[in-house]
C-alpha cells in the first residue's frame, strides 16, 4: 500500500530524527494525521482495517505500529492509544496477530537499532540522509 510507504513510513523517521522540541512536536502531529486518514479509511467495525480478518493494509502498517510503541514510545514520548478508540482496537488486534507475535524483535533490539535515528547520527543511512534533506525515501 502506497500510503504507508509514502505518508506513515517518511513522517515516522521526521518524528524519530527530529532533534528540537518544536520540530519533534510538529511532526509527531503530521503522523497522527497520516494515522488519522488511514484509520478514518478503516472499517468501523474492525478489529483489522477491512474487518474481522488480517489484510494486506494491516500487513503493511504492522512493523509500524510496533514501532510506534517500540522506538516512538521511549525516545519520543509516543502516547498509548486512547482506550475504547477505533485506533485502540486496530493496535491491540495487529500487535495480538500470530504472524506479528512471531516476527516481532525484543524491545531492546528496537531501541538499539534506531538510537542512531533518534540521536540523527550523521551518515547512519541513505534513509536518514533523505530525510535530513527533505528528499523521497531510497
Known amino acids: 500500500m502506497e500510503y504507508v510507504n509514502r505518508h506513515i513510513v517518511p513522517q515516522f523517521y521526521r518524528y524519530l530524527q527530529a532533534q528540537e522540541s ?38 503493511q502498517i504492522a512493523p509500524w505500529v510496533v514501532r510506534l510503541q517500540r522506538v ?12 475504547g478508540t477505533r485506533w485502540a482496537t486496530w493496535v491491540e488486534a495487529i500487535e495480538a496477530h500470530a504472524a506479528v507475535k512471531a516476527t516481532t524483535s525484543d524491545d531492546q533490539l528496537y531501541l538499539d537499532s534506531y538510537e542512531r535515528y533518534a540521536e540523527n547520527r550523521p551518515n547512519t543511512s541513505e534513509v536518514q540522509k533523505a530525510i535530513n534533506s527533505g528528499r523521497g525515501l531510497p
Not at 28 to 43: F, P, V
Not at 72 to 83: A, H, I, M, S, V
Open 22 to 59: 518544536k520540530d519533534q512536536v510538529e511532526h509527531a502531529g503530521e503522523l497522527k494525521t497520516q494515522l488519522g486518514k488511514l484509520i478514518d479509511a478503516a472499517s468501523k467495525d474492525g478489529p483489522f482495517f477491512l474487518g474481522k480478518k488480517m489484510s494486506f493494509v494491516d500487513v
Open 72 to 83: 516512538l514510545k521511549p525516545y519520543r514520548g509516543w502516547p498509548d492509544p486512547e482506550p
